[in-house]
């Protein structure tokens, strides 16, 4: 909660800060490309993250001049980033657990993951396209679904809805799965309203930062996600040494999320 709470405001902070620019300029009126690059630049550096709960320390430091990538290089070596990549870097991750999150919770493919839609929000619940809430048969509970598409093992797109949890009736509780729709939906609304477009999770063409035009957005594929998921564990999960090279697939969360499931009584 605290680092996706961090990354979106980090975020917005870069947004304001590049359209806003440097009007405090003497010369001009400081709205050039390089005086929203500089601006953005020093927002982003001056952000400050907060501590986990129970703790003392920010989770994350401080931006830097320059860090270093989750990623390697087709060599093998470090990639070393600019205060604006590793913002980027940060909503990936973000984008990495979330999705990680919503697979493993509902035993969703990754292809249907990618499918998944955020307009048009739901006007009484604020809650994304994709979410939908049921009373259950006892009155007792609101049943979560999460809706949309399967693209395997059918002749045409078909369909359907997964089971994402439930609460007491009357209440605001959401469970896991659907913070983190919510929190998707929250992630990706600038660049999916630049690029005009309604998916849940949108790519970012290009490798150089954010996005600052609609051409640099599309659509997200599983291919790209799974190399997110793997980059993600890695960082962020202590793996033994033996496994530190696991080839990890994300049909593996569906898997482990039958067999919970056949396991429960």
Same mark, same amino acid.
């Given at each position: 909660?605290?680092?996706?709470?961090?990354?979106?405001?980090?975020?917005?902070?870069?947004?304001?800060?590049? #359209?806003?620019?440097?009007?405090?300029?003497?010369?001009?009126?400081?709205?050039?490309?390089?005086?929203?690059?500089?601006?953005?630049?020093? #927002?982003?550096?001056?952000?400050?993250?907060?501590?986990?709960?129970?703790?003392?320390?920010?989770?994350?430091?401080?931006?830097?001049?320059?860090?270093?990538?989750?990623?390697?290089?087709?060599?093998?070596?470090?990639?070393?980033?600019?205060?604006?990549?590793?913002?980027?870097?940060?909503?990936?991750?973000?984008?990495?657990?979330?999705?990680?999150?919503?697979?493993?919770?509902?035993?969703?493919?990754?292809?249907?993951?990618?499918?998944?839609?955020?307009?048009?929000?739901?006007?009484?619940?604020?809650?994304?396209?994709?979410?939908?809430?049921?009373?259950?048969?006892?009155?007792?509970?609101?049943?979560?679904?999460?809706?949309?598409?399967?693209?395997?093992?059918?002749?045409?797109?078909?369909?359907?809805?997964?089971?994402?949890?439930?609460?007491?009736?009357?209440?605001?509780?959401?469970?896991?799965?659907?913070?983190?729709?919510?929190?998707?939906?929250?992630?990706?609304?600038?660049?999916?309203?630049?690029?005009?477009?309604?998916?849940?999770?949108?790519?970012?063409?290009?490798?150089?930062?954010?996005?600052?035009?609609?051409?640099?957005?599309?659509?997200?594929?599983?291919?790209?996600?799974?190399?997110?998921?793997?980059?993600?564990?890695?960082?962020?999960?202590?793996?033994?040494?033996?496994?530190?090279?696991?080839?990890?697939?994300?049909?593996?969360?569906?898997?482990?999320?039958?067999?919970?499931?056949?396991?429960?009584?």
């Amino acid at each position: 909660d605290t680092p996706s709470a961090d990354i979106l405001a980090l975020q917005q902070r870069y947004i304001d800060a590049y #359209a806003e620019g440097l009007p405090s300029l003497r010369y001009g009126p400081g709205d050039s490309e390089s005086s929203r690059g500089i601006a953005a630049n020093l #927002a982003v550096r001056a952000f400050q993250f907060s501590p986990l709960t129970g703790t003392q320390q920010p989770w994350h430091e401080r931006i830097q001049e320059e860090g270093i990538s989750t990623a390697r290089s087709r060599r093998g070596e470090a990639v070393h980033l600019g205060p604006i990549q590793q913002v980027r870097q940060l909503v990936m991750e973000l984008r990495d657990a979330c999705a990680i999150a919503l697979q493993a919770f509902v035993g969703m493919r990754i292809s249907e993951v990618c499918g998944l839609q955020a307009y048009p929000l739901n006007p009484d619940t604020g809650l994304p396209a994709c979410v939908e809430i049921q009373l259950s048969r006892s009155g007792l509970y609101d049943v979560f679904y999460i809706k949309g598409l399967v693209y395997k093992l059918t002749p045409s797109y078909k369909e359907a809805k997964w089971v994402a949890g439930l609460r007491p009736h009357g209440t605001d509780y959401l469970p896991p799965p659907v913070r983190a729709v919510v929190t998707l939906e929250r992630l990706f609304k600038p660049w999916r309203d630049m690029a005009g477009k309604s998916d849940l999770i949108v790519s970012m063409k290009n490798n150089c930062g954010l996005p600052k035009c609609a051409g640099s957005i599309g659509q997200v594929n599983a291919e790209k996600l799974g190399i997110g998921y793997r980059d993600w564990m890695r960082k962020y999960v202590a793996l033994p040494k033996e496994v530190k090279d696991w080839h990890l697939t994300s049909h593996q969360w569906r898997k482990s999320f039958v067999l919970y499931t056949i396991r429960t009584d």
